[in-house]
């Protein structure tokens, strides 16, 4: 079972970015899509972006323009770089290889 540590969360102000980052146990990352999800307080998790093995991505609607979903196999680690943050955009960030992980927490203050 692939173990997931997501990463790279914190405090910004509205209008800053941050990178998050999503590390994998095991030899399989790169054969595996991998999705990012998010979930705000009061909310349903919301899936936002995913990035195939070859490098194909997708986003939904609202984040396109403003959050880029990247991976690199050879770290076993995939990135979601996420710009011109509102504070809407706090949740708690979650990516998914078949699982989640435990998930990093994202405030954006205005």
């Known amino acids: 079972q692939v173990q997931l540590v997501e990463s790279g969360g914190g405090l910004v102000q509205a209008g800053g970015s941050l990178r998050l980052s999503c590390t994998a146990s095991?030899?399989?990352?790169?054969?595996?899509?991998v999705h990012w999800y998010r979930q705000a307080p009061g909310k349903q998790r919301e899936w936002i972006a995913m990035?195939?093995?070859?490098?194909?991505?997708n986003y939904v609607d609202s984040m396109k323009g403003r959050f880029t979903i990247s991976r690199d196999n050879a770290k076993n680690t995939a990135y979601l770089q996420m710009n011109r943050l509102k504070p809407e955009d706090t949740a708690v960030y979650y990516c998914?290889?078949?699982?989640y992980g435990q998930g990093t927490q994202v405030t954006v203050s205005s």
């Open positions: 095991g030899s399989i990352f790169s054969i595996l899509p």
């Open positions: 990035i195939t093995s070859s490098g194909l991505t």
């Open positions: 998914n290889l078949g699982q």
